[in-house]
């Protein structure tokens, strides 16, 4: 499953902010995932509204969502779980949350 990366970027501490995506992706690719970080998204570049419409067309072409901690108190996390909502993409919040492939296909094949 491809799994975007949401995380507070803007006002914190980029070297912290790029362990997190590192650590985040690292993760679910040991889950079995295909990981979207905003970090490869985005141009450095690019100013925020640019970064964000890009931040939501990866999300959207995306199968599930984990929100990282902090997410709650950034404009943008917010902005991507309420597109998440909007089309009907899981939202886990926090890594430990994001099933293992191989018990997300058994529950779908359960349940189709």
């Known amino acids: 499953m491809k799994v975007y990366i949401s995380l507070p ?3 914190q501490d980029p070297d912290e902010v790029e362990a997190q995506a590192t650590f985040a992706a690292g993760v679910l690719e ?3 995932h295909t990981a979207v970080s905003p970090l490869e998204i985005c ?5 925020y509204i640019t970064c964000m419409g890009a931040c939501i067309q990866h999300l959207l072409r995306c199968d599930a969502m984990v929100v990282l901690e902090g997410w709650s108190c950034s404009k943008g996390c917010r902005l991507e779980a309420e597109a ?29």
């Open 9 to 11: 970027i803007t006002g």
């Open 30 to 32: 040991k889950k079995g």
């Open 43 to 47: 141009d450095p570049d690019w100013d």
């Open 84 to 112: 998440a909502d909007i089309y009907g993409l899981p939202m886990y919040k926090g890594l430990d949350k994001v099933p293992e492939n191989n018990a997300l296909w058994y529950q779908i094949s359960k349940e189709g």
